[in-house]
């Protein structure tokens, strides 16, 4: 029996499976749908919710008058949930958790369990059912449309109902309806705004933002889609642009004239070619269009206009491939536009080459099954938008998601103070509310005024709203609680919002920072509220701190698929360094780090000697090699803490911290020899801040040694040709 195939399938479902849970995190798309943490954490509060109420239970009434009812429900709850959180390591949790079922169960079964706590307690008003707001957030952010909205309907449907169960004042009944609904808004408010910045680093990924066009993955993933139609969508071409010699304006400008060469070939290009036309640019000076349903004649002529247009500024050499009857493969169309392109750098007379590609097999990951989706980003998206993909920052704070979210906060806070002046109570802090109230409420609408706009909130600005909105909120929130009966208040499911809110958009020491707030305004209330309220205290702190967790898992799940989306946006896909944008992020944090710590450190500027002639005579595939083995070199012979940066075609820069002026010069020559064996470069340095402070005048400074060095070793190959005929002359 034990050795069976059912048992032994039985108990690899109670065994962690490794593969299983990287293959399920490497294929899930941007949503914190799926990812374990995310399974775990409601299970894991809710057993730490269900333990506190058994302790609030307790405290409530120690003359031995309790609930048995609760203690139970409670107490089985605690352990059901253990059970399922420790699941979630094992292979049946992995199967559990990929179904929307489980987590639409395990949100039904909370609620429920506070619906039954509150028909047995203070009805709707009871400090047990306050959680159903956290519950609420949860739900927003986690669940998928349209049960999202379906989950929000059966909650204010059955808050409502319980009112019809045990009667509560209409205001309260309002209070904690409100609640519940800012609640769920908050956690859709996340999902939407996190989801956003996911989509914006997808973009990121796909763009060149020197040139402006597609790069060569947002490309290769158009030409994959356009090639994976069904046969009867038409013909397709692909042209290859070389720009004819570009080294030479690098080598005589610099630089910043190749860039300006090849941002003004970025801005032409879409002039030139046909609107639906995706423009990418696959590294260095080659650039490629695919014109979907353009025939070979088509195709040729839009060739010739853009030579003719880029022949304003510079020459090119153009390949054409094209295929009349889809489908055929990547591979297959990028061999054939190659050759097109240098059999025309072979025939000085003709600038464009032509050649037809028939169909053949596709690619292996592209046979069977249906056209993969559209990738994010396009040429015309690019043009409709007609701006620069705007980038997420690390922690993926939105101006507007902020301002959304205090104007969610400051309709509860109307339904607050509303409640609190209609409920007729009598006492100094009813009072505050009353007559305070008014510029409570103006407090909110200062700060989403301070956060408007689209734009990311940053430094000093960011730090006055989170701060001063916490502040503002958990002291209104805590003089309401104190009139209207201390910790027991229904009001105090504001304080679970905010701290859900903090957490779900917010870093995490900036979060904790807002959480600890709210605890410190919780820690008024019950040092200065009635002492017959503490029974609840352990309850509500454990629900604080399970909305903290709720809120926390849902800012980190999205800024992980965030960075993740970042690292290939920052990533150059020949060599495996860093690309022009990771570049500039890099030298402008190495730059802040030594003005802070008043250090130094070195730039290298690495240009291969000769490349062009290897490109043209082996193919690109060849070029592309030779630059990945380039790179790997270049990290095998400096520190760990070395960042390498491809930034243009044969082009790497190098930032080296901690090095000095002795120390750079030697080991700018050391790379150089050690890149001997795999091709000859020449090696420039700069170290700041005696070069300069800035990412432009050590780039320059580096350039000038960088090609320096490479007139010595002309003029150096230069005598030694000549040196017989001078010999012969004598």
């Given at each position: 029996m034990r050795g069976s195939p059912t048992f032994r399938r039985a108990r690899a479902l109670f065994r962690s499976d490794p593969v299983a849970e990287a293959a399920a995190s490497a294929s899930r798309p941007n949503t914190i749908f799926g990812r374990r943490d995310v399974a775990i954490t409601p299970w894991a509060s809710i057993?730490?919710?269900?333990?506190?109420?058994?302790?609030?239970?307790?405290?409530?009434?120690?003359?031995?008058?309790?609930?048995?009812?609760?203690?139970?429900?409670?107490?089985?709850?605690?352990?059901?949930?253990?059970?399922?959180?420790?699941?979630?390591?094992?292979?049946?949790?992995?199967?559990?958790?990929?179904?929307?079922?489980?987590?639409?169960?395990?949100?039904?079964?909370?609620?429920?369990?506070?619906?039954?706590?509150?028909?047995?307690?203070?009805?709707?008003?009871?400090?047990?059912?306050?959680?159903?707001?956290?519950?609420?957030?949860?739900?927003?952010?986690?669940?998928?449309?349209?049960?999202?909205?379906?989950?929000?309907?059966?909650?204010?449907?059955?808050?409502?109902?319980?009112?019809?169960?045990?009667?509560?004042?209409?205001?309260?009944?309002?209070?904690?309806?409100?609640?519940?609904?800012?609640?769920?808004?908050?956690?859709?408010?996340?999902?939407?705004?996190?989801?956003?910045?996911?989509?914006?680093?997808?973009?990121?990924?796909?763009?060149?933002?020197?040139?402006?066009?597609?790069?060569?993955?947002?490309?290769?993933?158009?030409?994959?889609w356009h090639l994976a139609q069904p046969a009867g969508a038409g013909p397709l071409a692909v042209l290859m642009i070389d720009l004819d010699d570009f080294k030479r304006v690098n080598d005589a400008g610099g630089h910043a004239a190749g860039d300006a060469v090849l941002a003004w070939v970025g801005r032409a290009l879409p002039a030139a070619v046909p609107r639906d036309a995706e423009i990418g640019r696959l590294g260095g000076d080659e650039f490629a269009v695919l014109l979907p349903a353009s025939t070979s004649a088509q195709a040729t002529a839009t060739a010739h206009a853009v030579r003719d247009r880029l022949s304003e500024r510079i020459g090119a050499s153009i390949g054409v491939a094209t295929c009349a009857v889809r489908p055929a493969g990547v591979e297959e169309m990028l061999r054939a536009v190659d050759g097109a392109l240098y059999a025309s750098k072979r025939m000085p007379d003709v600038s464009v080459c032509t050649v037809a590609v028939h169909p053949g097999p596709v690619d292996e990951q592209e046979a069977g099954g249906p056209p993969p989706p559209p990738p994010p980003l396009s040429s015309a998206g690019l043009r409709h938008a007609q701006l620069?993909?705007?980038?997420?920052?690390?922690?993926?704070?939105?101006?507007?998601?902020?301002?959304?979210?205090?104007?969610?906060?400051?309709?509860?806070?109307?339904?607050?103070?509303?409640?609190?002046?209609?409920?007729?109570?009598?006492?100094?802090?009813?009072?505050?509310?009353?007559?305070?109230?008014?510029?409570?409420?103006?407090?909110?609408?200062?700060?989403?005024?301070?956060?408007?706009?689209?734009?990311?909130?940053?430094?000093?600005?960011?730090?006055?709203?989170?701060?001063?909105?916490?502040?503002?909120?958990?002291?209104?929130?805590?003089?309401?609680?104190?009139?209207?009966?201390?910790?027991?208040?229904?009001?105090?499911?504001?304080?679970?919002?905010?701290?859900?809110?903090?957490?779900?958009?917010?870093?995490?020491?900036?979060?904790?920072?807002?959480?600890?707030?709210?605890?410190?305004?919780?820690?008024?209330?019950?040092?200065?509220?009635?002492?017959?309220?503490?029974?609840?205290?352990?309850?509500?702190?454990?629900?604080?701190?399970?909305?903290?967790?709720?809120?926390?898992?849902?800012?980190?799940?999205?800024?992980?698929?965030?960075?993740?989306?970042?690292?290939?946006?920052?990533?150059?896909?020949?060599t495996g360094a860093q690309n022009r944008l990771g570049f500039d992020q890099a030298i402008e944090a190495t730059l802040a780090t030594a003005r802070e710590t008043d250090t130094s450190f070195a730039l290298l500027a690495l240009d291969l000697d000769d490349f062009k002639a290897v490109n043209d005579a082996e193919g690109h595939a060849a070029g592309d090699a030779l630059l990945a083995r380039v790179a790997a070199g270049i990290a095998e012979a400096l520190p760990p803490d070395a960042t390498v940066c491809r930034t243009g075609g044969d082009e790497f820069v190098v930032i080296v911290p901690g090095w000095t002026t002795a120390s750079a010069e030697p080991l700018a020559v050391h790379v150089g020899y050690l890149l001997e064996p795999v091709a000859r470069a020449s090696v420039g340095h700069a170290v700041c801040p005696y070069d300069g402070g800035t990412a432009d005048r050590l780039m320059q400074a580096a350039d000038a040694r960088s090609y320096a060095q490479k007139r010595h070793r002309a003029d150096a190959r230069l005598q030694a040709a000549t040196a017989p005929a001078r010999l012969d002359a004598a």
């Open positions: 057993c730490c919710v269900s333990v506190a109420i058994v302790a609030s239970t307790l405290l409530r009434d120690p003359a031995g008058q309790r609930d048995l009812l609760i203690l139970a429900l409670a107490g089985g709850g605690a352990l059901l949930t253990a059970f399922l959180a420790r699941m979630q390591y094992w292979r049946l949790g992995l199967l559990l958790r990929n179904s929307v079922g489980i987590y639409l169960v395990g949100c039904a079964a909370m609620f429920g369990a506070l619906l039954f706590f509150a028909v047995r307690g203070e009805g709707l008003v009871a400090p047990y059912f306050l959680a159903a707001v956290p519950t609420a957030g949860y739900v927003g952010l986690v669940i998928p449309d349209p049960w999202r909205r379906a989950s929000l309907g059966v909650m204010v449907v059955a808050t409502l109902g319980l009112q019809a169960v045990h009667a509560s004042p209409a205001g309260q009944v309002v209070l904690v309806t409100a609640l519940v609904v800012a609640g769920w808004s908050i956690g859709v408010l996340g999902s939407s705004a996190h989801a956003q910045a996911a989509q914006t680093a997808e973009a990121l990924s796909r763009y060149d933002h020197l040139v402006g066009t597609l790069s060569r993955r947002g490309f290769l993933e158009q030409l994959r620069v993909p705007a980038m997420p920052s690390s922690g993926v704070v939105f101006g507007w998601m902020m301002a959304r979210g205090l104007l969610i906060l400051a309709a509860c806070g109307v339904v607050v103070m509303a409640e609190t002046v209609l409920s007729g109570m009598h006492s100094v802090y009813a009072e505050i509310v009353r007559y305070g109230g008014a510029a409570w409420l103006l407090n909110f609408f200062v700060l989403i005024w301070a956060s408007r706009g689209r734009g990311e909130l940053a430094g000093r600005r960011f730090s006055a709203v989170v701060h001063y909105g916490g502040f503002a909120l958990g002291a209104g929130v805590a003089v309401a609680m104190l009139a209207g009966g201390g910790l027991t208040s229904p009001v105090a499911a504001a304080l679970y919002l905010w701290v859900f809110f903090v957490a779900a958009i917010l870093p995490q020491r900036q979060a904790q920072g807002g959480a600890a707030a709210m605890a410190g305004w919780w820690l008024v209330v019950a040092v200065f509220g009635p002492a017959e309220a503490l029974w609840v205290a352990p309850f509500q702190l454990t629900v604080l701190a399970a909305s903290f967790a709720l809120g926390s898992l849902g800012h980190r799940a999205f800024s992980d698929l965030t960075s993740r989306s970042l690292e290939l946006a920052h990533t150059d896909a020949v």
